[in-house]
């Protein structure tokens, strides 16, 4: 499709999702006062201070603008990578102590995950103040309703075209002992306000652009891939358009890094990402990427892993396959017809593409290209696989698996995963 369309499309496909409530493009950074006055009057502003100083005084003088008082008179500093239990913890007490009316939150989506779950704890704290009691669906919604509180406006500032947190019910929290990622999957924590302006991104380290381009491209192809017969349509014209804008966008934005117009076509995509997700959840590489994260990016985790689970997948779902193999082959990296494969053999040729199109942006593509990868991680993987806290997302598998396959299945995925050996994956009839 040519790509002015395919944009046109995308930013008519994202205000039909977000409406008012989300300013997106280039050059919208200064609208953050006007959502936040919305909001309340007096916020309180979480961002890195260091990385993002310029950024943060054109934020803090939208905000004076519209007259919103910074809680505390200082902008207090965000979460670490990977969104760490002690984060948390440490943001859910500044907003105890300084007693906002709002929250603005300036990041990335460990940030982003950090401030929904923070304000979780500090609004719920009567009810339970553990992060464990709202681990899983809808245990945030149910704390609300035992004790009619709710939670504060918080209002999302996206500085990475990555995850969509900023658009989602999704926060990710981790255990950094364990090593472990947890979910917390819940419609009450969808930042009420949300604003990205592509043009932030242009300082991205290169890493970082392509790990979240893989991280949105993962969005739209899990839920596409996962999605039921009756939404399939609604759905795949959000996983496929931003599927290919993250194709094409991807290169360049990493090459190239003041490109506007692939910074633009890159944060369109990774948007639809964060849509499709609403639409049904994400499942097998996200899955085995929670138990990779002292050793990998989430993104980078979960794009090697959707290689190997296209092959495990193919069989149950072949025209999601295949219509996705089309757009790989659209973009030269497959040169072979699909129309005449199937089952298993469907899927390792749209892995293979997948694989190409990763080694034209420096992508790796199996697990032992991660520094630090062993045998340990499959075993960690798989026990997380068996964890009821999870379970959602292998109940979530194109290929239905229950926790006492897990060893049969999901084993040899990982196995394959860690060569790059297609024969290993064991197809379920």
């Known amino acids: 499709m040519d790509k002015n369309q395919l944009k046109k499309e995308a930013y008519e496909l994202i205000r039909n999702f977000k409406g008012k409530s ?23 502003v979480i961002a890195n201070t260091k990385l993002h100083e310029q950024i943060i005084n054109r934020i803090l003088n939208s905000l004076k603008k519209h007259q919103v008082t910074i809680a505390g008179g200082r902008v207090f500093h965000n979460a670490k990578p990977n969104t760490p239990r002690e984060d948390v913890y440490r943001l859910e007490s500044y907003i105890l102590h300084f007693k906002p009316d709002c929250i603005v939150v300036i ?56 995850s969509g947190s900023h658009l989602t019910r999704y926060a990710v929290v981790t255990d950094p002992v ?96 964060g849509n499709a997700i609403m639409i049904c959840g994400t499942n097998g ?11 990998s990016s989430h993104g980078r985790a979960c794009g090697i892993m959707n290689i190997y689970y296209t092959v495990f997948f193919a069989s149950a779902i072949e025209e999601k396959v295949r219509l ?8 030269d990296f497959i040169s072979v017809e ?53 379970e959602m997302k292998l109940k979530s598998l194109p290929v239905q698996i229950n926790a006492t396959e897990v060893d049969e299945y999901m084993a040899p995925i990982l196995e394959a995963a860690k060569t790059g050996n297609f024969d290993l994956i064991k197809m379920k009839a």
């Open 338 to 390: 699909l129309n005449q494969l199937h089952g298993k053999d469907l899927g390792v040729e749209v892995a293979g593409g997948l694989t190409r199109f990763y080694k034209s942006i420096n992508f790796p593509i199996k697990l032992l290209d991660l520094p630090g990868f062993n045998d340990q991680y499959i075993e960690r993987t798989l026990q997380a696989a068996k964890d009821p806290q999870l």
């Open 178 to 273: 364990a090593g472990q990622k947890k979910l917390i999957v819940d419609d009450a924590i969808i930042p009420n306000r949300a604003i990205f302006d592509y043009t932030v991104t242009t300082t991205a380290p290169t890493e970082l652009t392509v790990d979240g381009a893989m991280d949105g491209l993962s969005h739209c192809l899990e839920s596409f891939y996962g999605v039921s017969q009756d939404k399939m349509e609604y759905l795949k014209k959000i996983s496929l358009t931003g599927i290919e804008l993250i194709l094409d966008n991807t290169k360049n934005a990493s090459e190239n890094p003041n490109d506007l117009e692939a910074r633009e076509g890159l944060g369109l995509g990774t948007d639809l990402g």
């Open 22 to 44: 989300y300013s997106f493009g280039l050059d919208v950074l200064d609208s953050v006062g006007q959502h936040t006055a919305k909001c309340g009057k007096i916020a309180l």
């Open 107 to 162: 990041g990335g989506g460990s940030s982003i995950d950090a401030a929904k779950i923070a304000n979780a704890l500090a609004s719920l704290g009567v009810y339970s103040p553990e992060i464990d009691t709202y681990l899983g669906a809808g245990l945030v919604t149910k704390g609300i309703k035992q004790t009619g509180k709710k939670l504060l406006p918080l209002v999302a500032v996206e500085m990475a075209a990555s």
């Open 324 to 331: 996705f193999g089309n757009l790989l082959k659209e973009k």
């Open 285 to 295: 590489a996200h899955l085995s990427s929670y138990s990779l994260v002292d050793i």
